[in-house]
Nanobody, 114 residues
Framework: QVQLAESGGGLVQPGGSLRLSCAAS????????MGWYRQAPGKGRELVAF???????NYANSVKGRFTISRDNAKNTVYLQMNSLKPEDTAVYYC????????WGHGTQVTVSS
């Protein structure tokens, strides 16, 4: 069983930045991949970004060039640096681990508003 704990969400103005963190209870270096998903009000959950065990990354088109996913294996933590935030980035952001089984965090709210 893997437990994931997200942090770093909050309220930010358009154009601002936030960094989300996801701390895992297991050794993330052994996980197949870790990723970030988000769910806006009234919408389905969508993939934002993921990073594989070998360090390959992939991003949703809507966040390319603005968001960066990274990890610190020593801290068993994955990060999502979010820059140039837009109101449409407002959502609950969830951390996901593919161990290969999927595990989810409880989510952290990101609100982009002036």
């Amino acid at each position: 069983q893997v437990q994931l704990a997200e942090s770093g969400g909050g309220l930010v103005q358009p154009g601002g930045s936030l960094r989300l963190s996801c701390a895992a209870s297991g050794s993330i270096s052994s996980f197949n991949a870790m990723g970030w998903y988000r769910q806006a009000p009234g919408k389905g959950r969508e993939l934002v970004a993921f990073i594989t065990r070998d360090g390959s990354t992939n991003y949703a088109n809507s966040v390319k060039g603005r968001f960066t996913i990274s990890r610190d294996n020593a801290k068993n933590t994955v990060y999502l640096q979010m820059n140039s935030l837009k109101p449409e980035d407002t959502a609950v952001y969830y951390c996901n681990a593919q161990v290969p089984s999927h595990y989810w965090g409880h989510g952290t709210q990101v609100t982009v508003s002036s």
